[in-house]
């Protein structure tokens, strides 16, 4: 099992541009979660997910969608980027009420 | 709503001194109590969970956490640290039985820094 991985791994985007982060999960888990990590305030939740086809807002959604078309896949959009969307994004999945995390994307917005 | 006080931004240690790691929570319901491990430029990996049961939780690579539901506390302790321990630990809490989201709330963050 590849547990739950993410691509890209890093990007570089300007002001303005739009990208999407997809998650993947082997796992056969329903519930998928998407953080983002800055220095000192730990991870914080941005939307997640309870099964196919629904999602939720997080404690920071401002500036970004998601869409779970497939149980195992969980895609988080930046339509238009801000340079305070500079952070490392993780996507987790779970199942019995602890979270499996992967590796992680570093974006960096000029 | 939970929250998680994580006081310590980073530990110094020396090799194989021991360590404990503070971790309080908050919440109006019964709870789920994690802690994660994040080795640098790596995702998070689980270390250990409270679910129910014993309060004295033994997790991978020797560490161990005790909850304490009178001090809303679960500490994070080794008894002897190696330089391999060096990373940034985050405890997380999700509301018990019934949080139907399992969404955790993290804690800061805690990087422990383990000197020879």
């Known amino acids: 099992n590849a547990g739950v991985t993410q691509t890209p791994k890093f990007r570089v985007l300007k002001t303005g541009q739009s990208m999407t982060l997809l998650c993947a999960q082997d796992?056969?888990?329903?519930?998928m979660y998407w953080y983002r990590q800055d220095p000192g305030m730990g991870l914080r939740l941005i939307h997640y997910?309870?099964?196919?086809?629904?999602?939720a807002k997080g404690e920071v959604p401002d500036g970004y969608n998601v869409s779970r078309l497939k149980k195992q896949n969980f895609l988080l959009g930046l339509e238009s980027a801000a340079p305070s969307q500079t952070s490392v994004y993780f996507c987790?999945?779970?199942?019995?009420?602890?979270?499996?995390f992967g590796p992680g994307t570093r974006l960096t917005v000029l | 709503a939970q929250s998680v006080t994580q006081l310590d931004s980073q530990v110094p240690v020396f090799e194989e001194a021991p360590v404990e790691l503070r971790c309080n929570y908050s919440s109006s319901v019964s709870v789920y109590l994690f802690w994660y491990v994040q080795y640098p430029n790596q995702g998070l990996q689980l270390l250990l969970k409270y679910l129910s049961g014993s309060t004295l939780v033994k997790g991978i690579n020797g560490f161990e956490a005790e909850f304490n539901k009178s001090q809303t506390s679960f500490h994070l302790r080794k008894p002897s640290v190696h330089i391999s321990d060096t990373a940034e630990y985050f405890c997380a809490v999700s509301a018990g039985y019934g949080g139907a989201t399992n969404k955790l709330i993290f804690g800061t963050g805690t990087l422990l820094a383990v000197q020879p």
């Open positions: 796992m056969n888990h329903e519930y």
């Open positions: 987790a999945s779970s199942q019995g009420g602890w979270q499996f």
């Open positions: 997910s309870v099964g196919e086809g629904t999602t």
